[in-house]
């Protein structure tokens, strides 16, 4: 790690910055991780499209249905080729199990990533008080070094409160938040942490407006900065440049002019399948997709068809 335990906050404030992606995870025919096609989109992630760093092993990256050695290999792999390229990682240890959790934070400081994400735990019959979850993160807190950003989304079952996320905030390696709520919420919490930790949360059309009103540096993160976005286009970055030079009405206009992008990726995706429907436009735009892993469904024919359609009117430059 280039930061100690009570640097981490400094550091993230100065270097946890910019437009960062939910990486996929390729899988072979059989099932198998493809490694060598990971490592190729990781390049592709980094270096030609110059994000300003990968949230590694998602939701979108299919954890839930890799074994742990898988996930580790996955952290390897991304620091390795992030490094190479000037990037920066984010590791997802989110898990049901603590020593899971904690397994992946120890192998994610081993081998070079720049901080890991949990997720808010999974509890049930009421344990979600503000106190148990307090205490998970600050256990976490306790046992590992890096830098930890909190995630919560309405997955986990419950929605943390801003005010303690706020508490939890004030732990010494707590540097970040995911904060997949709506948007009162993570105005709140914005407004209760200062510059203590970088707020984020997962919704790309709303971060030029959180750059301009509410100061935030950091969009972590879902799939739109790899998927709508080429060599020869990138409209998020550049938007995102303006926005940080306030140039606003520059930045917004072409924020706005993504919209037929936003909108074909919207109409072609099945109900259920947004990781399938990502992995097979990751395909269109020349990179390694692959199927998904049960227990997800893979796309029909009729699917892909009118993903190659809207792809086709979407106005996305490839070259």
Not at 133 to 151: C, P
Not at 209 to 223: A, F, M, Q
Request: hydrophobic share 40%.
């Amino acid at each position: 790690m280039d930061y100690s335990k009570q640097d981490a906050k400094a550091y993230a404030k100065a270097h946890f910055t910019g437009v960062w992606a939910a990486t996929l995870t390729p899988f072979n025919a059989d099932g198998s991780m493809d490694e060598a096609g990971f490592r190729a989109n990781l390049a592709h992630w980094c270096g030609t499209l110059k994000l300003g760093g990968l949230f590694v092993c998602g939701k979108q990256g299919e954890f839930f249905s890799m074994s742990l050695a898988e996930r580790k290999r996955s952290f390897e792999l991304a620091a390795e080729v992030a490094k190479a390229c000037g990037s920066r990682t984010v590791m997802s240890c989110s898990d049901t199990n603590l020593d899971t959790v904690l397994e992946l934070g120890r192998h994610a400081q081993a081998v070079g990533a720049d901080w890991i994400v949990v997720h808010s735990p999974v509890l049930h019959f009421g344990a979600d008080t503000d106190e148990t979850i307090y205490e998970y993160y600050r256990h976490i807190s306790e046992q590992l070094d890096i830098g930890i950003a909190m995630w919560n989304h309405p997955d986990c079952g419950y929605l943390m409160s801003p005010e303690l996320c706020a508490r939890i905030a004030e732990l010494p390696n707590i540097v970040a938040i995911k904060y997949s709520v709506p948007r009162p919420m993570y105005s709140e919490l914005s407004r209760l942490v200062g510059d203590k930790i970088q707020v984020s949360t997962a919704s790309e059309e709303e971060w030029l407006d959180n750059i301009e009103e509410l100061g935030w540096r950091l969009y972590l993160c879902s799939t739109p900065p790899l998927l709508l976005q080429t060599a020869a286009d990138q409209r998020i970055n550049e938007y995102t440049r303006l926005a940080f030079e306030g140039r606003f009405s520059e930045a917004r206009r072409l924020r706005d002019s993504l919209e037929p992008v936003r909108d074909a990726f919207r109409l072609s995706r099945p109900k259920g399948k947004p990781q399938a429907h990502s992995k097979y436009w990751l395909e269109l735009l020349g990179q390694v997709g692959g199927p998904v892993r049960r227990p997800l469904l893979q796309l029909t024919e009729a699917e892909k068809a009118l993903t190659r359609e809207q792809f086709a009117k979407s106005g996305l430059k490839l070259a």
